[in-house]
């Protein structure tokens, strides 16, 4: 059994000298305190459970660390990551996914003999309980790097605190400051740009109206410039709505999305896989996903789970976003990895194979790389920041692109990606849909490359 410290809502993971391989603990999704020592796993709400285990793989889980089956015991590096968690919206699979890859990196060998220990804070978008929270990070658990952060209102909350301390944070994030700041740099898109790719993907199939709509939560306006950008270049009317999570009467929900698109038209939605599919199998059971042209999704909704929930009727008339390399058709090393240390310690990813936890998994990877190139083997915010933010051109076996950080005003470091569809249960690439750029019709994309040109393809990318 694992050992955390717990204080409040968080996880702290560390691997000590009775670390045994098993089972990922984390804390609750409860802010209240709490002195228990050990913790029972984080529930996240972003997924569903699913059954399917992930594909057999010849790569060990000893191949995350440099020194296989030596547990780290040296003086840990702390760590810390800040999270949704709450009803309707939870990126909890996120960070459960980096604590598995961290301590799977304990578990063989650590940062040259240290141990990876792991604070996570779960938040409820509320501005004063995530500025607590990072000043916990940093002033009680004393942090060295943020890495895994994902959150709806974090990067705006805390990117000035960020910046005034000297960390350079690897999230996944939502707000725009996560992709409009120097000091937050994500392996995802969030949810704009990977909006922007699942409305040019659907421009593509020539719909004559598209209606997009998103979970009612901060950040709507912002999100939906984006889209409304692409439509607009291609002279295609698109329609905005917002819909309050969780979703209380999915069958109104459908049935005005498909009276507003109209046959030749597109349904694309901006949601958690739980809310999106209560959409979609409203739409089903009342027999009207016919009725428009096809429907769509940004990147939560790559996941196997929500294939196989909705089945064959929407083979090939569902295209999603894909931030991430699509898990059922890639078997790089880097794939074999992820899915090898989900089988081991990824106990607390409740949502499975998927986006969210492909994301913590490349979050904790590139934390890893940068930790392995401090040669002096002294491991401080001034070190591990610097370290973060020197990655460049990183081969992270998950992305359609290298991945750099890099001193730039803004980031936005994924901007090229996969469209996937659903097929016999599993997301597979959907035609034309491999690694395309994202359209510098948005502005923000333009601005970023302009800053850091377009990055070279990932070499072990599909």
């Given at each position: 059994?694992?050992?955390?410290?717990?204080?409040?809502?968080?996880?702290?993971?560390?691997?000590?000298?009775?670390?045994?391989?098993?089972?990922?603990?984390?804390?609750?999704?409860?802010?209240?305190?709490?002195?228990?020592?050990?913790?029972?796993?984080?529930?996240?709400?972003?997924?569903?459970?699913?059954?399917?285990?992930?594909?057999?793989?010849?790569?060990?889980?000893?191949?995350?660390?440099?020194?296989?089956?030596?547990?780290?015991?040296?003086?840990?590096?702390?760590?810390?990551?800040?999270?949704?968690?709450?009803?309707?919206?939870?990126?909890?699979?996120?960070?459960?996914?980096?604590?598995?890859?961290?301590?799977?990196?304990?578990?063989?060998?650590?940062?040259?003999?240290?141990?990876?220990?792991?604070?996570?804070?779960?938040?409820?978008?509320?501005?004063?309980?995530?500025?607590s929270?990072?000043?916990?990070?940093?002033?009680?658990?004393?942090?060295?790097?943020?890495?895994?952060?994902?959150?709806?209102?974090?990067?705006?909350?805390?990117?000035?605190?960020?910046?005034?301390?000297?960390?350079?944070?690897?999230?996944?994030?939502?707000?725009?400051?996560?992709?409009?700041?120097?000091?937050?740099?994500?392996?995802?898109?969030?949810?704009?740009?990977?909006?922007?790719?699942?409305?040019?993907?659907?421009?593509?199939?020539?719909?004559?109206?598209?209606?997009?709509?998103?979970?009612?939560?901060p950040?709507?306006?912002?999100?939906?410039?984006?889209?409304?950008a692409?439509?607009?270049?291609?002279?295609?009317?698109?329609?905005?709505d917002?819909?309050n999570?969780?979703?209380?009467?999915?069958?109104?929900?459908?049935?005005?999305?498909?009276?507003?698109a109209?046959?030749?038209?597109?349904?694309?939605?901006?949601?958690?896989?739980?809310?999106?599919?209560?959409?979609?199998?409203?739409?089903?059971?009342?027999?009207?996903?016919?009725?428009?042209?096809?429907w769509?999704?940004?990147?939560?909704?790559?996941?196997d789970?929500?294939?196989?929930?909705?089945?064959?009727?929407?083979?090939?008339?569902?295209?999603?976003?894909?931030?991430?390399?699509?898990?059922?058709?890639?078997?790089?090393?880097?794939?074999n990895?992820?899915?090898?240390?989900?089988?081991?310690?990824?106990?607390?990813?409740?949502?499975?194979?998927?986006?969210?936890?492909e994301?913590?998994f490349t979050?904790?990877?590139?934390?890893?790389?940068?930790?392995?190139?401090?040669?002096?083997?002294?491991?401080?915010?001034?070190?591990?920041?610097?370290?973060?933010?020197?990655?460049?051109?990183?081969?992270t076996?998950?992305?359609?692109?290298?991945?750099?950080?890099?001193?730039?005003?803004?980031?936005?470091?994924?901007?090229?990606?996969?469209?996937?569809?659903?097929?016999?249960?599993?997301?597979?690439?959907?035609?034309n849909?491999?690694?395309?750029?994202?359209?510098?019709?948005?502005?923000?994309?333009?601005?970023?490359?302009?800053?850091?040109?377009?990055?070279?393809?990932?070499?072990?990318?599909?």
């Amino acid at each position: 059994m694992i050992r955390f410290e717990h204080r409040r809502s968080r996880l702290a993971v560390a691997a000590l000298a009775a670390v045994a391989l098993g089972v990922l603990a984390g804390c609750s999704s409860s802010s209240s305190s709490s002195s228990s020592t050990t913790t029972t796993p984080t529930t996240s709400t972003s997924t569903p459970s699913t059954s399917a285990s992930p594909t057999s793989t010849a790569v060990a889980t000893s191949a995350c660390g440099t020194n296989p089956g030596v547990v780290a015991t040296g003086t840990p590096i702390p760590l810390g990551a800040i999270v949704t968690d709450q009803s309707g919206t939870s990126f909890t699979d996120i960070t459960n996914m980096a604590a598995a890859y961290f301590t799977c990196v304990n578990d063989n060998g650590g940062i040259n003999g240290h141990p990876i220990k792991y604070y996570i804070e779960t938040e409820q978008s509320n501005a004063t309980q995530i500025a607590s929270e990072a000043k916990q990070l940093v002033q009680t658990d004393h942090v060295v790097g943020i890495v895994g952060s994902s959150s709806i209102i974090e990067c705006s909350v805390d990117s000035s605190y960020w910046k005034s301390l000297g960390y350079y944070v690897i999230a996944a994030g939502i707000a725009p400051e996560c992709y409009a700041t120097p000091n937050y740099a994500d392996v995802n898109m969030g949810p704009r740009y990977s909006s922007d790719g699942a409305v040019q993907y659907a421009l593509t199939l020539h719909p004559d109206k598209i209606v997009f709509d998103q979970s009612n939560v901060p950040g709507t306006t912002y999100i939906e410039d984006g889209p409304n950008a692409l439509a607009k270049a291609a002279g295609v009317p698109i329609t905005d709505d917002t819909t309050n999570v969780p979703i209380s009467d999915a069958d109104s929900v459908a049935i005005n999305l498909v009276d507003q698109a109209g046959k030749d038209g597109a349904v694309i939605l901006n949601f958690t896989p739980p809310d999106a599919l209560v959409i979609l199998q409203a739409a089903q059971k009342l027999n009207i996903e016919g009725n428009v042209k096809f429907w769509g999704c940004s990147t939560p909704c790559n996941t196997d789970f929500l294939a196989q929930s909705l089945g064959a009727k929407w083979d090939g008339k569902f295209f999603v976003n894909a931030e991430l390399a699509p898990p059922d058709v890639e078997t790089t090393p880097a794939m074999n990895l992820y899915k090898a240390i989900y089988a081991q310690y990824g106990k607390a990813v409740s949502g499975g194979i998927g986006a969210f936890s492909e994301m913590g998994f490349t979050e904790a990877e590139l934390g890893v790389d940068a930790l392995r190139s401090i040669t002096s083997g002294v491991y401080t915010v001034a070190t591990v920041n610097a370290a973060i933010k020197a990655l460049k051109n990183v081969d992270t076996g998950m992305l359609c692109q290298a991945w750099t950080y890099g001193d730039y005003s803004t980031h936005i470091a994924n901007n090229e990606d996969y469209t996937v569809t659903p097929d016999n249960g599993k997301m597979v690439i959907a035609p034309n849909g491999g690694c395309t750029l994202i359209s510098a019709v948005d502005p923000n994309i333009a601005s970023y490359r302009a800053q850091a040109g377009t990055a070279a393809l990932d070499p072990t990318s599909s």
